[in-house]
């Protein structure tokens, strides 16, 4: 929650006590606060229009800032700083996932990523929703669940009225909506707002009135702002562009009275579960709680993960019991790798370590230019990993010593994708939409090949997972557009958009076929290497619209792929037909692995870990 100067509080503690003055308030999402003069004119502007409301407080429930650098969350603080009301501000992807620091900055400005205060018969609530994964859906994390819950839980009044804020709506898509949707008909809540789909809407679900609002700047360019008005059981919604008036678009909620249910969309979840094949059983091996935003590794008979309480944690591999754990000041995002007896893993703290598999040891510590959000690769006895603004590392895994480093890179951003390795060449996507090929041995630049389109900076190659196969570079960019290239000058040998498929690819080298989600929720097999994109299919995966990031599993002729409600989906690679699916959870599926067994091991968003053996 943003820090409020004293003639504000002073103001609202005024508000407060006028118990029979209507409650105001607005709501804005997408803030997007950048160093650009005429931007910042243009929000002066828009605020001056607010203040003319006299709401009693203001609500943004997401990306607060352009790109989430550090100069611009200290900026958009102070910006808010002289206002005659308290703001209430949630983080959005541009201060969480995508930005420089893995959210640490805003916790220093704003001071928390959630809130909960009462004013007369209403309680408002509000907490981070993310997305914290690349490319992903937004998510509530666990240990925010269970902080709702608690604070919820301490006003016994039976007629309060319960307001919830986030910045995804509550619906399919978003990350534990089914416990979050719980906890609000638990404590009987009386209405949820939420942005990010940019359009004035009124859904209902399960009679929660859930009213969604545009951006700060519309769909047609326009400025503008919500303005809610709360009077006993009555809710009025007013849609404002700047300069105007009167509202563009309004309704009015009588929650006493279900009437309104009539003119709004219903939002329905589904729980099915799904069929697994009669030789095959699925077990959950755990839940934590808290989410869990590394993905798995299984070796040496144990499994580990990051949390994002901020715990690594080490586990046996049969009976799940705790090895050990290593607690860190802030979320993990790194998924952990295992070499040579030991742990590897990015930090928040702007550090790679290594811990002895053993007993969680300190090896050696290698401190890198920012907090570390990314996945590295391991091969022959190194690491690769990006270090965030800027820098690329080749790290000797016996000692920590620092092989090479490369930094002729934008000083912003991270190199969010998993970087490739062959024999001699190392390929990475970065935030300046160029792809990257170095020499292994010296680091040096080989080629560059840079993307080419005008794309939002978060949405660019430093995300995409390239596939080396003999020769060639395969890639899929932001704009969906497969592009096959030489690993030895970086030239363009084919590139299609005749498919839309998402970043993250799945190579089996035993087949000498790649395959991608499209966005269609099917999965595209392809041959490669390939001088031309030809002899491909498509194979449905029955999950619709589908942009999960992450990377499939090949093994044994069949194709994994999670989505993101959950479900883990079987497809064979060699008739490119579906097999079955099963849904592990209510939130997006971070990786999927096998041991030496050839069982199959998922991990959720959530918190879980689900392994499925054939008998």
């Not at 704003?110 to 992903?136: Q, V, W």
């Not at 604070?151 to 978003?174: A, C, T």
């Not at 715990?311 to 000041?329: D, H, M, P, Y």
């Amino acid at each position: 929650m943003k820090k409020i100067s004293l003639f504000a509080f002073l103001f609202f503690l005024t508000m407060i006590a006028c118990a029979s003055v209507p409650i105001r308030f607005v709501v804005m999402s997408d803030f997007n606060y950048s160093e650009d003069r005429m931007q910042q004119d243009s929000l002066h502007r828009i605020l001056d229009d607010i203040s003319g409301k006299y709401p009693h407080f203001l609500v943004l429930t997401g990306n607060l800032t352009h790109s989430g650098t550090e100069e611009e969350i200290r900026q958009a603080s102070a910006f808010f700083k002289d206002l005659p009301y308290p703001v209430y501000i949630l983080p959005g992807g541009n201060e969480v996932l995508w930005s420089e620091n893995g959210g640490n900055t805003f916790y220093e400005y704003m001071n928390d990523d959630r809130f909960h205060f009462i004013l007369n018969e209403y309680e408002f609530c509000g907490i981070n929703t993310g997305p914290y994964i690349r490319m992903d859906d937004g998510h509530v994390k666990m240990e925010d669940l269970a902080w709702l819950n608690g604070q919820l839980s301490m006003n016994p009044d039976p007629n309060r009225k319960v307001i919830f804020f986030s910045q995804y709506p509550i619906r399919e898509g978003l990350g534990n909506t089914v416990r979050l949707q719980n906890i609000l008909k638990k404590h009987h809540a009386m209405a949820t707002f939420a942005g990010q789909e940019n359009r004035f809407k009124l859904y209902h679900a399960d009679s929660i009135p859930q009213i969604v609002y545009p951006a700060l700047i519309n769909t047609e360019g326009k400025a503008g702002y919500t303005l809610v008005t709360l009077d006993g059981s009555v809710i009025r919604t007013e849609y404002y562009e700047r300069g105007n008036v009167d509202p563009i678009e309004d309704f009015r909620i009588d929650t006493s009275n279900r009437v309104w249910m009539g003119y709004a969309e219903g939002v329905t979840i589904k729980r099915q579960q799904g069929m697994l094949p009669l030789n095959m059983v699925a077990d959950k091996v755990l839940s934590e709680n808290a989410s869990i935003f590394t993905g798995l590794t299984i070796g040496a008979g144990c499994f580990f993960y990051g949390t994002s309480s901020g715990a690594l944690i080490v586990r046996e591999e049969q009976s799940g019991e705790i090895r050990w754990t290593k607690n860190f000041l802030a979320a993990l995002y790194s998924t952990p790798l295992i070499a040579e007896g030991k742990v590897i893993v990015g930090l928040p703290n702007s550090r790679i370590a290594a811990l002895d598999l053993k007993n969680g040891d300190v090896k050696w510590v290698v401190k890198t230019k920012a907090p570390l959000l990314n996945d590295g690769r391991i091969k022959n006895g190194f690491l690769y990993m990006g270090g965030g603004k800027g820098e690329f590392l080749k790290i000797d895994i016996a000692n920590g010593e620092l092989v090479w480093r490369f930094d002729h890179l934008p000083q912003n951003g991270h190199l969010l994708g998993i970087p490739s390795v062959s024999d001699n060449k190392v390929v990475f996507g970065s935030p300046d939409q160029t792809l990257y090929c170095l020499d292994d041995k010296s680091g040096e630049l080989c080629w560059e090949w840079a993307f080419g389109q005008d794309v939002r900076e978060i949405l660019n190659t430093g995300n995409i997972m390239p596939v080396i196969a003999d020769t060639m570079v395969l890639i899929v960019t932001p704009d969906s557009r497969m592009t096959a290239l030489d690993l030895n000058n970086g030239s363009e040998i084919w590139k299609s958009d005749r498919y839309k498929v998402s970043e993250s690819l799945t190579y089996s080298p035993i087949l000498q076929r790649a395959y991608a989600k499209t966005f269609d929720g099917e999965l595209l097999s392809l041959p490669f290497p390939s001088a031309q994109l030809k002899g491909e299919s498509l194979s449905p995966l029955n999950i619709g619209v589908e942009h999960n990031p992450c990377p499939g599993l090949e093994i044994g002729r069949i194709v994994y792929s999670g989505s993101r409600r959950g479900e883990i989906i079987a497809t064979a690679a060699g008739f490119n037909c579906f097999l079955w699916k099963y849904k592990c959870g209510d939130s997006s599926i971070n990786q999927i692995v096998d041991d030496s067994r050839g069982n199959i091991w998922i991990v959720l968003s959530e918190g879980t870990i689900w392994r499925f053996t054939m008998q």
